[in-house]
């Protein structure tokens, strides 16, 4: 079965400094990958998501971005974090239309 | 273009009573429909799932769902809560038509007294 991994569990980072959150998956290939961010007593929203190496496509308009270096290998990053950056990050998958797992997310916190 | 409505944000019951979620989706395209369920600072498991095939739908830890396409709703029930049922549940939608993306409701938190 597909297991997902994120690293680190906790992050608490200044502002304006760099950021970069991992998520790699075991136990599958060619996945659909999904980053979401979930602010504070709110509901999910998808940020990027990648059908394959080098393919990303940006779901709104933001201060952060994603990379596929490899087929198990999702990165968000940023050059400089803002306040409202902070939230739980969520990597997930799936392939085609079957359902998306996720991974146990990244908790960010800016200050 | 596809959404989710769940009409309450907080939902509190006492242990062994049951527990209703209410959720209308909005879709058009034949949706499929999904009940997630998160606990504190933990990723969100897959409770039920519904795909077009039979409207009554029976997920993990007792949890079921009935899709309702007259009303537009798939409300999630369980006769009998526990102490573990305490968490947030995410009411969520995909269709063919936007790739299978996934859109959330705002979730709705679950108490459980004593």
């Known amino acids: 079965s597909q297991t997902i991994h994120q690293w680190p569990a906790t992050l608490v980072q200044p502002v304006g400094s760099p950021l970069s959150l991992e998520c790699t998956v075991e136990?599958?290939?060619?996945?659909?990958l999904y980053w979401y961010r979930q602010a504070a007593g709110r509901g999910l929203q998808l940020l990027f998501y990648?059908?394959?190496?080098?393919?990303i496509s940006s779901e709104v308009p933001q201060n952060l971005s994603a990379s596929r270096p490899q087929d198990r290998q999702f990165i968000l990053s940023s050059k400089k974090l803002l306040l409202s950056d902070s939230g739980f990050y969520l990597c997930a998958l799936n392939r085609g239309s079957e359902t998306q797992y996720f991974g146990p997310g990244t908790r960010l916190l800016v200050l | 273009a596809q959404s989710v409505t769940q009409l309450d944000s907080h939902v509190s019951v006492s242990e062994g009573t049951p527990v209703l979620l209410r959720c209308n989706y909005s879709?058009?395209?034949?949706?499929?429909l999904f009940w997630y369920v998160q606990h504190p600072n933990k990723g969100l498991q897959l409770l039920l799932k519904y795909t077009s095939a039979a409207t009554l739908v029976k997920g993990i830890n007792g949890f079921e769902a009935e899709f309702k396409k007259s009303e537009t709703s798939f409300h999630l029930t369980k006769p009998s809560a526990h102490m573990s049922d305490a968490a947030e549940y995410f009411c969520?939608?995909?269709?063919?038509?936007?790739?299978?993306?996934?859109?959330f409701g705002a979730g709705t938190t679950v108490t459980v007294r004593a």
């Open positions: 990648s059908v394959g190496i080098g393919q």
């Open positions: 879709s058009s395209y034949s949706p499929s």
């Open positions: 136990g599958t290939s060619n996945p659909n």
């Open positions: 969520v939608v995909s269709t063919r038509s936007n790739d299978y993306k996934l859109s």
